[in-house]
């Protein structure tokens, strides 16, 4: 019954589309989900005594995607474009300009995600001794975790610090404009020959 429902669901369309335009199929990372939901259920029910066992699930093996990489050339020109961004203009001491490339040298550098990274405490970073620690609830691996930080890092989050705020990148509005105010900076970046770089996102976005 569990194969029969794994097949149904390989088999469905979802409302997004692929690049040839065709609604795609669900994903196995969502039915991966759906069969450990199932898999808790059928546990309650062992402990339960409606069953005896609880039988084995198969879970999915999802695709690997090859993993993408901000080249140095982006990189520059992004940093470059970051004098265009007017959010976050409420800041004490610290210009939108400074907040951006502090933000992007901090996420290139130390491979963190976005959120863990908005997260950040000032009382995790010590700039002195040049490290900075996440914290468990505030990253995907659940555990507390120290990193150093580069001296290029450490100037640009030197800037950020006289801003009064607890977090090293205070952003007091919804995530969504972080994401707008970010392609208007990428739309503003420009290569070494004066071009504009590239798009790489889905269906031709920043």
């Given amino acids: 019954l569990i194969d029969k429902f794994v097949a149904k669901r390989l088999a469905e369309k979802t409302n997004r589309k692929g690049p040839d335009g065709k609604p795609t199929t669900v994903s196995a990372s969502t039915i991966n989900r759906e069969l450990r939901y199932i898999k808790a259920a059928l546990r309650l029910a062992r402990d339960w005594k409606y069953i005896t066992e609880v039988p084995r699930i198969r879970m999915l093996k999802p695709l690997q995607k090859q993993p993408t990489y901000v080249s140095p050339e982006h990189f520059a020109a992004i940093y470059q474009a970051c004098e265009v961004a007017t959010i976050p203009g409420d800041i004490p001491n610290v210009t939108p300009c400074d907040w951006w ?5 901090f996420l290139y550098m130390s491979g963190w995600r976005i959120g863990q990274t908005l997260a950040l405490k ?3 970073v010590d700039l002195e001794a040049k490290t900075a620690l996440t914290q468990a609830a505030d990253n995907k691996g659940g555990r507390d975790d120290a990193i150093p ?10 800037l950020l610090s006289g801003s009064f705020s607890s977090h090293v990148f205070p952003w007091p509005k919804r995530i969504r404009v972080l994401w707008d105010e970010f392609a208007k900076i990428q739309g503003a970046a420009r290569m070494a020959d004066g071009k504009p770089m590239p798009k790489r996102g889905k269906n031709g976005a920043w």
């Fill in 101 to 105: 490339r502090g933000l992007v040298v």
């Fill in 122 to 124: 000032w009382d995790s």
């Fill in 149 to 158: 930080l580069h001296p290029l890092m450490v100037d640009h989050l030197r």
